[in-house]
Antibody, heavy 116, light 112 residues
């Protein structure tokens, strides 16, 4: 059974960098594409970007300048960095596995609050 | 403002049938990209309900069905049950946004 688990600080100061890792178990990260999605409190879903095992990425144009993603096949995890955060970046962040162009499997999500 | 448009809310009585619409454009749904649907129960992560317009992942009851026509798609739920009460999101991709994934704003289903 494939499982995804997000980890990282729950509180980030404004202007600093948000860093999250998604650990994958039950499957090799070398197959499929992997993605990050976020959901501000009480709002809808926003796609952040995806990465494949070769490190190729595609990012939401609205976040592209602040987003970087990486993948570590030896550790079977992938990561997200979002720079220069503001209160608008406060959200639950989900990592997902992409299959047949859909977000097939989701992590439970991790709440990140941007506040001083 | 979401790229894909969904009604904010729908409701129905137990046993009834409801549909949720998802309207896009020639840049996304109309461009031939598949439409996928997700169910998000309160306090939980979204769960894939329908992929590729009308396909159900293993374990999803056949009470849930999807369809697509032109620049729109729809999710139908028959035999409504209390535990169907959730938020539902449609998702596709958009040519005008460098093939970015795009979501609808979500629809809250209330079972009366």
């Amino acid at each position: 059974q494939v499982q995804l688990q997000e980890s990282g600080p729950g509180l980030v100061k404004p202007s600093e960098t948000l860093s999250l890792t998604c650990s994958v178990s039950g499957a090799s990260i070398s197959s499929h594409y992997w993605s990050w999605i976020r959901q501000p409190p009480g709002k809808g879903l926003e796609w952040i970007g995806y990465i494949n095992s070769s490190g190729s990425t595609n990012k939401n144009p609205s976040l592209k300048s602040r987003v970087s993603m990486s993948i570590d096949t030896s550790q079977n995890h992938f990561s997200l960095k979002l720079t220069s955060v503001t209160a608008a970046d406060t959200a639950v962040y989900f990592c997902t596995r992409i299959a047949r162009d859909s977000f097939e499997i989701w992590g439970q999500g991790t709440m990140v609050t941007v506040s001083s | 403002q979401s790229v894909l448009t969904q009604p904010p809310s729908v409701s129905g009585a137990p046993g009834q049938r409801v549909t949720i619409s998802c309207t896009g454009s020639s840049f996304n749904i109309g461009a031939g990209y598949g439409v996928h649907w997700y169910q998000q129960l309160p306090g939980a992560a979204p769960k894939l309900l329908i992929y590729g317009d009308s396909n159900r992942p293993s374990g999803v009851p056949d009470r849930f069905s999807g369809a697509k026509s032109g620049t729109s798609a729809s999710l139908a739920i028959t035999g409504l049950q209390a535990d169907d009460e959730a938020d539902y999101y449609c998702q596709s991709y958009d040519n005008s946004l460098s093939a970015s994934a795009v979501f609808g704003g979500g629809t809250k289903l209330t079972v009366l």
